[in-house]
């Protein structure tokens, strides 16, 4: 993998809406806005993470952190780079940034027809949670 992994900044803010309109998962629910994004990048520096190849923002994932648990979440890869360990850099930066600041569990949201990210997922040493449901709200 060629692709470097490092926190997004207010200049990636296009290059990240970008990838995730090229590889939004199906399951995605919320808005994709440039707003949302610098909101993100002023109240949690470092959760956006960017994989850059060639000059080029090719990934991105959002590594949260709540006190209790670390969360991964819209984790997307350009279809042309993927296969190539941009995915598991990302998750593995994220991991790295989740662990310094404390967190011990980390859960990933997955779309729940993916298979695809379900084998990546498990590739990373995931497990599916059998036993926890999720429920959303908007608010």
């Known amino acids: 993998m060629n692709a470097v992994v490092r926190p997004a900044t207010s200049a990636d803010v296009d ?3 970008s990838v995730w309109a090229a590889a939004r998962s199906t399951a995605a629910r ?3 806005n440039p707003e949302l994004v610098e909101h993100l990048l002023e109240r949690d520096p ?5 994989a850059e ?3 080029q923002v090719v990934g991105a994932l959002i590594a949260g ?5 670390g969360n991964v979440y819209r984790l997307a890869v350009l279809p042309e780079h993927r296969r190539a360990g941009v995915g598991r850099a990302l ?3 994220g991991h790295a940034r ?3 600041l404390g967190a011990h569990r980390v ?6 027809e993916e298979g695809a990210a379900h084998r990546l997922w498990r590739a990373l040493g995931y497990q599916r949670d059998e036993f926890v449901h999720r429920f959303v709200r908007n608010l």
């Open 46 to 50: 470092g959760a956006l993470l960017v």
């Open 65 to 69: 952190w709540d006190g209790w648990r």
């Open 30 to 32: 919320t808005p994709d």
């Open 98 to 100: 989740l662990g310094e």
């Open 15 to 17: 290059a990240v809406l």
């Open 107 to 112: 859960t990933a949201l997955v779309g729940g």
């Open 91 to 93: 998750v593995e930066a």
């Open 53 to 55: 190849a060639g000059g």
